[in-house]
C-alpha cells in the first residue's frame, strides 16, 4: 500500500549531504545540488533521507527533473 507524501514537510527538508533544496519528482525527492545530484526514495510516504541508501542522478537525468520541476 503507497501512502501519500505530504508535500509540506518538503518545505522542511534538505538534502544531507549538500543541504541543498529538494524537489519531488515521481516518487523521490531529488536535490537541487548539480555537483551531488542525489535522489532520496520515499517510502510509505516517508522520506528515507539516508545518504547510504539515496541514489546519484545521471547528469542527464538530473536536468530533466530540473527541467520538468520548472515547466
Request: glycine share 2%.
Amino acid at each position: 500500500m503507497k501512502t501519500a507524501f505530504d508535500t509540506e514537510v518538503l518545505t522542511l527538508l534538505v538534502c544531507p549531504l549538500s543541504k541543498a533544496e529538494l524537489v519531488l519528482y515521481e516518487n523521490q525527492l531529488v536535490s537541487t545540488d548539480k555537483s551531488t545530484r542525489r535522489a532520496y526514495a520515499i517510502v510509505d510516504g516517508i522520506p528515507d533521507m539516508l545518504i547510504a541508501h539515496s541514489s546519484e542522478l545521471g547528469v542527464q537525468e538530473w536536468e530533466r527533473v530540473m527541467q520538468a520541476h520548472i515547466d
